[in-house]
C-alpha cells in the first residue's frame, strides 16, 4: 500500500477531527479576535521547523493545525472584518473545495475533467449572463481580478496588433497606449508593465467629483497620444473602484472606444456582480457593452479564495490569444467539452468552477442577490450614521458598499489600529483627493446591521475625545 495514504481508521480519525476542526471554527467567530496578535515565538518555530524526516501521523497534525495554524490566522470570516474587499467564504465552499481536492481533476482539456469542464461552461454562461454578454462570448476561472485583467489585455494584444504572437512588441511601430483611471486598481498597471507596454504608455485620467473617469479628459488623452504619433489601443473602465466603489460612465467609454477603434477592458472585480442587483443596473449596464470584463466569484460570491473569472464578448478572440498546437497534448476536439487550456495560460489547472456552481446550487442566485443587497443596505446605513455625526466626515459618495471616512483631528493609522485592537473592526486605510481616511467595505455576508451601529458608536467616542483632564495631556487618538 502507498505510504501516502491513510488507513481507514485514520480516515475516519481524520473525518472526525475535521468535523470538530470546522464546527469548532464556525462557533469561536462571534468572540474571534478579529485581527489576532500572530504569536511570532510560534510562527518563528514553524519557520525554522527542518523538513521532517518522519510523518508526525494524522492526530498530531490536526493539533498543529488547530494550536498554530488556525489561532495565527486573521479571522476573515468575522461580522465586523471589513477591509479591502475580501470577505468570508460561504458556507459550502470549504465542503467544495475538498471535494475538487479528492477528484483533483486537471482543467486544462476535457478528457481530464469532463464534468469539470461542463461545469465550469455553466458557470462562465450564467456569469456572461449577469453581465449582458452575447451566446458568442467566453472565458475561464482565474486566480483572481489581477489575473483576469492581464489575460484580457494578452487578449486585447493578440485582437489589436497584427503579427503579435510571431514578433510580440518587438518590431517598428507605434507606442501602444491603455488609458484607465486614476482610482483604477493597480492591477491595470502591474498587466501593462508585464506585458511590455511599459507603465509609460499607461494614462491615469483624471476623475470627476465622484471619482468616475473624466471622458472629456480621456477623449483629449486619446487625441493627444494620436497626435504625438503613439497608437491607443486599449481602455480599462472599472466598474467598482477599489477605493469608493465609483462606477466609471461605461455608456460614454464605450461609445468613445467604438469610435476610436479601441478594446474596452471592463475591470468588474468588485463592482460587476452587483448587477445581481435590480437596483445597480441602471449605473453598471454598460459592462455589457465591454469587449472584456474581469468579475471575481471570490469577493461578492464568497468561493473561497481562489476565484477569479475573465469573459470575452467575442470568445473566438479569446481563443485566438492562447490557443497553442501540441502533439502530446492532441484530443479529439467535443463542441460541448471545452478545453481550458485553449482559453488561458495555464495547463494544469484545479478545478475552481466547482466551489462557484456548488454554492448557486446549493443557496440559489436569490440567496446571492438577497445578501449583496443587504451588503448596499448596511454601506448606506453606516454612510448616514457618519454624516449624522460632527466631527465624521464622509470623503465619497457611496454607490456600492465601500465607505470611505475621516475622522477629525486623529491619526488615521492609529485610529484604525486602535479599532483593530478592542476587537471592533478591522477597516482599511484609504487616500482620496491627497486626503487620508478610514475605509471601511461591506464585502461580508456576516455583517449585521447590530456590527455597523457598534462601529459607529465607537466612531462617535472617536470623534468626541473625552475632556481633557487637568495635567493630563490629550491624546489624538481614543484609547
Ligand atoms: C477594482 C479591483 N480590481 C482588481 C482587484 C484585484 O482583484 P484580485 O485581488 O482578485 O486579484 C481588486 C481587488 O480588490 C479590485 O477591487
Known amino acids: 500500500m502507498s505510504e501516502l495514504l491513510l488507513t481507514d481508521e485514520e480516515r475516519d480519525r481524520a473525518g472526525t477531527r475535521l468535523l470538530t476542526l470546522l464546527n469548532g471554527h464556525e462557533r469561536g467567530i462571534p468572540a474571534a479576535q478579529v485581527l489576532p496578535e500572530p504569536d511570532r515565538e510560534t510562527l518563528t518555530a514553524l519557520l525554522s521547523d527542518p523538513m521532517p524526516e518522519d ?85 475561464i476561472l482565474t486566480g483572481g481580478g489581477s489575473l483576469a485583467t492581464l489575460q484580457a489585455l494578452a487578449a486585447a494584444l493578440h485582437d489589436r496588433v497584427p503579427g503579435f504572437r ?46 468616475r473617469m473624466d471622458v472629456t479628459a480621456l477623449t483629449e488623452a486619446i487625441a493627444a497620444d494620436r497626435s504625438a504619433g503613439r497608437q ?61 470584463i474581469s468579475l471575481d466569484p471570490h469577493k461578492t460570491l464568497f468561493a473561497p479564495l481562489e476565484a477569479g473569472c475573465l469573459l470575452v464578448r467575442d470568445g473566438a478572440k479569446l481563443r485566438d490569444a492562447y490557443a497553442f498546437d501540441s502533439s502530446y497534448l492532441t484530443v479529439a476536439e467535443d463542441p460541448l467539452l471545452t478545453d481550458y487550456m485553449d482559453y488561458g495560460p495555464q495547463l494544469s489547472r484545479g478545478f475552481k468552477a466547482l466551489k462557484v456552481w456548488s454554492a448557486l446550487q446549493a443557496f440559489g442566485v436569490n440567496a446571492f442577490r438577497t445578501t449583496m443587497a443587504r451588503t448596499l443596505d448596511l454601506a448606506r446605513r453606516l454612510a448616514d450614521g457618519i454624516e449624522a455625526t460632527p466631527g465624521l466626515t464622509l470623503l465619497a459618495p457611496v454607490t456600492l458598499t465601500a465607505v470611505c471616512f475621516a475622522i477629525d483631528g486623529v491619526d488615521h493609522t492609529a485610529a484604525l489600529q486602535a479599532l483593530a485592537a478592542d476587537n471592533t473592526a478591522l477597516l482599511g486605510p484609504v487616500l482620496l483627493d491627497g486626503r487620508h481616511g478610514i475605509r471601511a467595505c461591506i464585502t461580508n455576508h456576516r455583517t449585521t446591521p447590530a456590527d455597523i451601529d457598534l462601529i459607529l458608536d465607537r466612531l462617535k467616542a472617536m470623534s468626541s475625545p473625552p475632556v481633557e483632564p487637568a495635567g493630563r495631556p490629550l491624546s489624538t487618538v481614543d484609547q
Open 232 to 292: 491607443p489601443w486599449c481602455v480599462v473602465a472599472t466598474c467598482g473602484t477599489v477605493n469608493t466603489g465609483a462606477v466609471d460612465p461605461l455608456d460614454a467609454i464605450a461609445d468613445l472606444c467604438a469610435e476610436q477603434d479601441l478594446w474596452l477592458h471592463v475591470d468588474g472585480a468588485y463592482g460587476a456582480l452587483f448587477l445581481l442587483c435590480e437596483e445597480m443596473r441602471a449605473v453598471m449596464g454598460g459592462c455589457a457593452r465591454a469587449d472584456s
Open 55 to 139: 510523518g508526525i501521523g494524522v492526530d498530531a497534525l490536526f493539533d498543529r493545525w488547530e494550536h498554530e495554524i488556525l489561532p495565527n490566522s486573521t479571522t476573515v470570516a468575522h461580522p465586523r472584518f471589513l477591509a479591502y474587499v475580501l470577505g468570508p467564504p460561504n458556507g459550502i465552499g470549504p465542503y467544495a473545495e475538498a471535494v475538487a481536492a479528492a477528484i483533483n481533476q486537471n482543467c486544462n482539456f476535457w478528457q481530464l475533467s469532463p464534468a469539470a469542464s461542463v461545469v465550469e461552461r455553466a458557470v462562465l454562461e450564467w456569469l456572461a449572463e449577469v453581465v449582458g454578454f452575447p451566446s458568442s462570448a467566453k472565458g
Open 166 to 211: 510571431a514578433t510580440g512588441l518587438q518590431r517598428p511601430a507605434p507606442a501602444l497606449v491603455v488609458y484607465t483611471s486614476v482610482e483604477a486598481h493597480r492591477s491595470v498597471d502591474k498587466a501593462a508593465a508585464i506585458l511590455g507596454i511599459g507603465l509609460d504608455h499607461v494614462r491615469h485620467i483624471p476623475t470627476d467629483s465622484q471619482h
